[in-house]
């Protein structure tokens, strides 16, 4: 037998950009940025406080205030700018997942590479209602697509999609 490894022309490529990708909730912006304020807030203590001590020279917390302060302005541009770019696709053979501004990620997995998938809410989520689904392929901890800030319907709606694709895979193997 000959192995064979066929050239596709570029033209031939399916084109997954003609999904209709779906926005994750509105919300889940205003939890990032109550974790974002959170830490910056206890960083920008930190470095204020380095004016009451009398052996700590001064110039460094101005450093330091200077620094977090141009932190804080790309992480605010990343969640004002990135967060329109978070969505979601679900097609026949995979779902889709994009976000980011500065650093673009577009994700695209494979229903029948998903070997776990789970719905998970923590603390801060629950005040805001929100869920995360993780899709779990073989060899990865911490899951291969972690899709954030989706309502509970949209959640158990997209679990049960994936379920049910998972489960048509393995009977028909």
């Known amino acids: 037998m000959k192995f064979e490894n066929l050239e596709i022309p570029f033209s031939d490529l399916p084109d997954f950009k003609s999904v209709d990708l779906e926005p994750?909730?509105?919300r889940y912006k205003k939890l990032i940025?109550?974790?974002?304020?959170?830490?910056?807030?206890?960083?920008?203590?930190?470095?204020?406080s380095g004016?009451?001590?009398?052996?700590?020279?001064?110039?460094?917390?101005?450093?330091?205030?200077?620094?977090?302060?141009?932190?804080?302005?790309?992480?605010?541009?990343?969640?004002?700018?990135?967060?329109?770019?978070?969505?979601?696709?679900?097609r026949q053979y995979d779902m889709i997942y994009q976000s980011g501004f500065f650093y673009f990620t577009e994700t695209v997995v494979p229903y029948k590479r998903i070997q776990h998938v789970e719905i998970k809410q923590g603390p801060l989520s629950?005040?805001?209602?929100?869920?995360?689904?993780?899709?779990?392929?073989?060899?990865?901890?911490?899951?291969?697509?972690?899709?954030?800030?989706?309502?509970?319907?949209?959640?158990?709606?997209?679990?049960?999609?994936?379920?049910d694709k998972t489960t048509v895979e393995d009977d028909a193997n």
Do not use: C, H, M
């Open 24 to 26: 994750i909730q509105s």
């Open 33 to 48: 940025w109550l974790n974002e304020a959170s830490i910056f807030i206890v960083l920008y203590a930190l470095s204020i």
């Open 51 to 90: 004016f009451f001590f009398d052996k700590f020279p001064s110039w460094i917390s101005f450093v330091a205030i200077g620094i977090l302060s141009l932190f804080f302005l790309l992480r605010a541009t990343e969640i004002e700018k990135g967060f329109p770019l978070k969505k979601f696709g679900v």
């Open 126 to 163: 629950r005040l805001f209602s929100l869920y995360s689904l993780r899709l779990y392929t073989a060899g990865a901890s911490s899951g291969d697509l972690i899709i954030d800030g989706l309502d509970k319907y949209t959640a158990q709606k997209l679990k049960a999609k994936v379920l």
